[in-house]
């Protein structure tokens, strides 16, 4: 087990469309633990493989620190296959540290995908759980919260964030 590191906006492995996994080996095994320890470490709910730089369609749920009595999940090769109603709530990603924003997600969704002993899962979720499937799918597409923004507040984004840069420089 090894704590992995998280990219950081804008690493361009971010933006990059996860490939689908072929095979669920001891690879894959070995690097959903390494997540699964990686996420706890930096207090997420959920991580995707690219966001430690590896570019497969594999990502880990936790949200049992903020919602009781639920179980971790791991998803691999996840797809939506139905949304529904729209709610608009804060969000963060460890991608970008320290920044929270209001994103319109679907209220409920249905996702399809294999667990890691590579049986096929349908999981419903509404509420935290929603939010964070598609935040996770959203990644292994190769999107960020940023790209989910208003054209203005994306850039407004952006220009605040090549100042924090400049000011760590400084």
Known sequence: MALLAIK????KILKQKAASVESIDAHTQHLIV???ETMHAARGVGLAANQVGIPK???IIDISLKEDNKPLIVLINPLIIEKEG???DEEGCLSIPGYMTTIKRAERVYVRGLNREG???EIEGTGLLARALQHEIDHLDGLLIIDRMSPIKREFFKRR???SLKDKKE
């Open 8 to 11: 950081k906006y804008p690493e």
């Open 34 to 36: 390494d997540m699964i």
């Open 161 to 163: 964030y090549k100042k």
């Open 86 to 88: 729209i709610v608009e």
């Open 119 to 121: 049986k096929t899962v």
């Open 57 to 59: 369609r594999v990502c």
